[in-house]
């Protein structure tokens, strides 16, 4: 068994990760007692200032990577929200 630390600095999208991972088979979900939680909030925010000035800018590959990215984190949200309909992994295949 391995076990995986997910850390989610938006507490908005806490209920859709963890709905995304329990969809998964063999994969079990549960939260982090409320001390650890607390701490490890407090060093994402150091970590998240100190990421931020030692980063360099994004090139247009990275640009167009990250907006389809939260364009698919913006569909699966209304699919969650019953205002969109997503096509099944057969359905895909099937076009291919």
């Known amino acids: 068994m391995k076990l995986l630390l997910v850390n989610i600095t938006d507490p908005r999208k806490e209920k859709l990760v963890t709905d995304i991972l329990n969809e998964i088979e063999g994969v079990e979900v549960r939260k982090a007692p409320k001390e650890v939680a607390a701490k490890k909030r407090s060093a994402a925010k150091t970590a998240r200032s100190r990421r931020s000035k030692l980063s360099k800018p994004m090139n247009p590959q990275e640009k167009k990577f990250v907006k389809g990215l939260m364009q698919a984190f913006k569909e699966m949200d209304e699919h969650i929200a019953g205002k969109r309909k997503l096509k099944t ?8």
């Open 89 to 96: 992994l057969k359905e895909v295949l099937d076009e291919l």
